[in-house]
């Protein structure tokens, strides 16, 4: 199972953003799926996270201006950004909770990361 994130760049404070995040190889289903970011000097969090009947959660510093999305068809999860602030200055990663054969337990995946820069 591999994850390819796309969409980071650089972005004045205020501007929007959209990350997408596309699975493939070999499995069974994709259960949750979620953004991480992992800001300089700080450990990785959970931005937000979505569950395969498109229930979502979002870390109260970004709620109201993050919205995630997933296009099951797809295998696909996005991450539409708006009103940046240096704040969210990080690399995001995106991951998914898949089960690779019908039989075995659900693992964690995780893409390469695509960096998030907000100027001032």
């Known amino acids: 199972v591999q994850l390819q994130a796309s969409g980071g760049g650089v972005v004045q404070a205020g501007g929007s953003l959209r990350l997408s995040c596309v699975v493939s190889?070999?499995?069974?289903?994709?259960?949750?799926m979620g953004w991480y970011r992992q800001a300089p000097g700080k450990e990785r969090e959970l931005v937000a996270g979505?569950?395969?009947?498109?229930?979502?959660n979002y870390v109260p510093s970004v709620s109201g201006r993050f919205t995630i999305s997933r296009d099951n068809a797809k295998n696909s999860v996005y991450l539409q950004m708006n009103n940046l602030g240096p704040e969210d200055t990080a690399v995001y990663y995106c991951?998914?909770?898949?089960?690779?054969?019908?039989?075995?337990?659900?693992?964690?995946?995780w893409g390469q990361g695509t960096l998030v820069t907000v100027s001032s």
């Open positions: 991951n998914c909770r898949a089960k690779e054969t019908v039989e075995s337990s659900d693992f964690d995946y």
């Open positions: 190889g070999r499995f069974f289903i994709i259960n949750g």
């Open positions: 979505i569950t395969r009947d498109g229930v979502s």
